[in-house]
Structure formats: C-alpha cells, structure tokens
C-alpha cells in the first residue's frame, strides 16, 4: 500500500549557511560584513543612500554566488528521498534550491533578484549580476534588491504560516529567532510535532510550549546526524 510521506518543516537562518562562508548577522558585533545594518538594511536607507546599498548588495550577490552548499544544505536535499520537505528560509541566498531542495520559500527575498521600486510585482532575476544606480524598471523606476529591508513587510509570512502549519516535524536551523514576524513563526506549528533545533548556541528568547530536541552543534554536522535520526526512527 502506498506509504504517505511525513511532512518536514524546515525554518533556516543564517547559521546553516555560515560554514559555506557567508557571515551571520549577529555573531560578530552587530556588524555585518563590517557594515552597519541600519545602514544597508532598512527601507529608511535606502531613500538617502541608494547607491552604497546597491554596491552592498552587488558584493553579497556576487559572494553568494562564489560559495558552494555545505553538508547541511545537502542534508536536507536528501531528507526529500524519505519526507515531504518544506524550507522556509531567512536566508537570501539560494544555496537550498542549489544543493537540491525543491521546495523553498524565502521569507526575506532573494539575492539574485531585483524588483522595481514603484511595482513590487515588477520582479527580475538578475543571478549573480551587479545593478547599479540608474538601472531602472520598464515603469521608469530605480531597481532595487527583492529583499525585505526593516520597516517593510513580509509578503511570505501568510504563506509560511501555512506551510509550518502542515508539519508532522519541525526542524530549526541556524536561526537566534531574534527577528518578527519571522521568529513567531514557531508557534504556527501543530503541537503534537516534535521539534528539533540545531544551533551551537541555543537561542536565547525561544520560549516554546513544548519539548525541543536541542542538538547544540554546527549545521553542517548537527544536520546530517539529525537527518539520519530522522529517517532511521521517523520514516
Ligand atoms: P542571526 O545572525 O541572527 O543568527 C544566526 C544563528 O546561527 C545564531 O543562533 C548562531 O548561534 C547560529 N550559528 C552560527 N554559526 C552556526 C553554524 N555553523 N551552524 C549552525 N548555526 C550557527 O541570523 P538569523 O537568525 O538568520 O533579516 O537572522 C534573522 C534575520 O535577521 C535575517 O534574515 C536578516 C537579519 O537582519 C533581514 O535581512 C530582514
């Protein structure tokens, strides 16, 4: 008889891609990549400083292009072999959908995309090309990075809410939980699942009304060892 697979929610932050060699926001000082985040990163800056933002983003496309997907990004490819898998990510890069996954929202946007700045259906894939300050949209506007800078919404949260709803297990990877709406997503998973959250530092606010499954461990090697706990005892 046909066997239904189990659904696998996976949350990522910026841990699972860090051994890949992109930075984490907040584990060196509240600077990232020796800038500031107020300064390449919110919807206020970018109304005065368009063009060190753009310079900002070229660099972190480009960076991201350079590095490969780690053994927990590939981890998490095979988890499809055995269970429906879901990603929902923080992260802006795109080594997930690189090392494989098929099923990848990203919640803060993407890298390699550019939109308009008047149209946000106005979306363009650019991989891992520069865009500079006069490259405009077919409506005659400066074309911006598609990521989601502070003071903006997250047009994704109704749609990962629905996908973490669906979890019979929940994985949380590399992720301080420190950032809304994205953090609050945990509370949209269904009770009975269990939940596994691998992080070598445990993230500080996670007040959580169930039992986690702490593997205080790097990505790359706390995931593989979950992935094959999760389809030794879970299949
Ligand atoms: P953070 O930098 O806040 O947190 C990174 C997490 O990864 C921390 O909990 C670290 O302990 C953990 N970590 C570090 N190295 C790791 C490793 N090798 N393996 C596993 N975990 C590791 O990053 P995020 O939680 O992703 O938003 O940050 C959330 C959002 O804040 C980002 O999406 C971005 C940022 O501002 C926007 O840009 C809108």
Known sequence: MAHKKKTIVVLTGAGVSAESGIKTFRDSDGLWEGFNVDEVATADAWRWNKEKMLEFYNQRRAQAASVEPNAAHLALRELEEHFNVH????????????AGSSQVLHLHGKLSEVKSSVDDSLIFDVGD?????????????QLRPNVVWFGEQVPEIPNAQRIMAKADICLIVGTSLVVYPAAALVYDV???????????????????DREITFIEKRASEGVPELVSHLIQNYV
């Open 87 to 98: 990603i929902v990510t923080q992260n802006v890069d795109s080594l997930h959908e690189r």
């Open 190 to 208: 269904p009770v009975q699942a269990p939940v596994f959250v691998v992080d070598p530092s445990k993230p500080a606010e996670f007040i959580f």
């Open 129 to 141: 090309k520069p865009v500079h300050l006069g490259d405009k949209c077919p409506k005659g506007s």
